[in-house]
């Protein structure tokens, strides 16, 4: 069973759930990138639909997305920038219930659009962040999601998959 599908994990992952709405209490949506689906599970399970709670998946390894069309975890496309991270083959049975009921959407974004982000944070705030970590905030600056006028939102960005070789802070 794979790490991010077990009862603990999402538990867990849940706590940052907690976290966000104890330092921004009045937040509207919050940004997910999607892997395995153990965080957007657990956030999504803690917020229950009080919030609107969206993943962000790499265009290469569309899982959740996948998931959503067939009704039911399916082997999925993987790769990418983001593989590393965000690309198992398939969501994960335990996390697919409760992220249907508590997180329906998700966009996805192209590789150039998360280095791009990755590079953004760097460049804007001195955070390095892994591809998988930056594809939340990529949507923003994307476009692929477009929040509403006054719409508060929060981007999780996760992750500890960085190496100096493949960080581009150039772009």
């Given at each position: 069973?794979?790490?991010?599908?077990?009862?603990?994990?999402?538990?867990?992952?849940?706590?940052?759930g907690?976290?966000?709405?104890q330092?921004?209490?009045?937040?509207?949506?919050?940004?997910?990138?999607?892997?395995?689906?153990?965080?957007?599970?657990?956030?999504?399970?803690w917020?229950?639909?009080?919030?609107?709670?969206?993943?962000?998946?790499?265009?290469?390894?569309?899982?959740?997305?996948?998931?959503?069309e067939?009704?039911?975890?399916?082997?999925?496309?993987?790769?990418?920038?983001?593989?590393?991270?965000?690309?198992?083959?398939r969501?994960?049975?335990?996390?697919?219930?409760?992220?249907?009921?508590?997180?329906?959407q998700?966009?996805?974004?192209?590789?150039?659009?998360?280095?791009?982000?990755?590079?953004?944070?760097?460049r804007?705030?001195?955070?390095?962040?892994?591809p998988?970590?930056?594809?939340?905030?990529?949507?923003?600056?994307?476009?692929?999601?477009?929040?509403?006028?006054?719409e508060?939102?929060?981007?999780?960005?996760?992750?500890?998959?960085?190496?100096?070789?493949?960080?581009?802070?150039?772009?």
């Open positions: 069973m794979p790490a991010f599908d077990q009862d603990e994990t999402i538990a867990g992952q849940g706590t940052l907690l976290e966000l709405e330092q921004a209490p009045r937040l509207d949506t919050v940004l997910v990138s999607v892997g395995g689906g153990g965080l957007i599970a657990g956030i999504a399970a917020y229950a639909g009080r919030i609107k709670v969206v993943g962000v998946e790499p265009l290469a390894s569309p899982t959740l997305t996948k998931a959503f067939a009704g039911h975890p399916v082997d999925a496309e993987v790769g990418g920038l983001a593989g590393d991270s965000l690309a198992p083959s969501v994960g049975e335990r996390v697919f219930p409760i992220v249907r009921e508590y997180a329906p998700t966009v996805l974004v192209s590789d150039d659009a998360i280095a791009n982000a990755q590079g953004t944070l760097w804007t705030l001195r955070i390095v962040a892994e998988g970590g930056a594809a939340a905030f990529s949507a923003l600056l994307s476009g692929a999601y477009t929040p509403q006028p006054g508060r939102i929060a981007v999780i960005i996760s992750g500890g998959n960085t190496a100096a070789v493949n960080f581009d802070i150039t772009r």
